[in-house]
């Protein structure tokens, strides 16, 4: 008889160690993602300090080229383009150039329909 009580019995507790194994698979998953976030982390700071490098070549490069921006965008330089033929130029013509004349009084209301008269506000009190 005593062969028939032990085919029914467990071999391992399982009822005292799944607390245990819970905790383990828990540990586990916990030290999974600790690691995982920190290889991310040390990828995305190496990212970040190459993409630092490229910006500051890419600011040498500017300061680099300001001096020929300058020195191309002077008078004298765009002057002679424009003789040379290089730079093409349209004259605005005289009915596109809007003029407005400052030394009326602001009150006075315009004489034509299509005038331009500045108007400012004199300050609003709240």
Request: glycine share 6%; aromatic share 4%.
């Given at each position: 008889m005593k062969s028939n009580r032990r085919r029914h019995q467990n071999q391992v507790p399982i009822r005292a160690l799944s607390p245990w194994l819970i905790i383990l698979f828990i540990g586990l998953v916990g030290g999974l993602t600790w690691v995982y976030l920190s290889n991310q982390q040390i990828a995305r700071g190496r990212e970040i300090s190459k993409l630092e490098e490229q910006l500051k070549g890419l600011r040498n490069e500017n300061v680099a080229l300001r001096s020929p921006i300058a020195t191309l965008s002077s008078r004298t330089a765009l002057q002679k383009r424009l003789n040379d033929g290089f730079i093409k130029m349209v004259p605005i013509p005289s009915?596109?150039?809007?003029?407005?004349?400052?030394?009326?009084?602001?009150?006075?209301?315009?004489?034509?329909a299509d005038e331009i008269v500045p108007v400012a506000n004199t300050g609003v009190r709240r």
């Amino acid at each position: 008889m005593k062969s028939n009580r032990r085919r029914h019995q467990n071999q391992v507790p399982i009822r005292a160690l799944s607390p245990w194994l819970i905790i383990l698979f828990i540990g586990l998953v916990g030290g999974l993602t600790w690691v995982y976030l920190s290889n991310q982390q040390i990828a995305r700071g190496r990212e970040i300090s190459k993409l630092e490098e490229q910006l500051k070549g890419l600011r040498n490069e500017n300061v680099a080229l300001r001096s020929p921006i300058a020195t191309l965008s002077s008078r004298t330089a765009l002057q002679k383009r424009l003789n040379d033929g290089f730079i093409k130029m349209v004259p605005i013509p005289s009915e596109s150039i809007v003029q407005v004349n400052y030394n009326r009084p602001s009150n006075q209301i315009a004489m034509a329909a299509d005038e331009i008269v500045p108007v400012a506000n004199t300050g609003v009190r709240r």
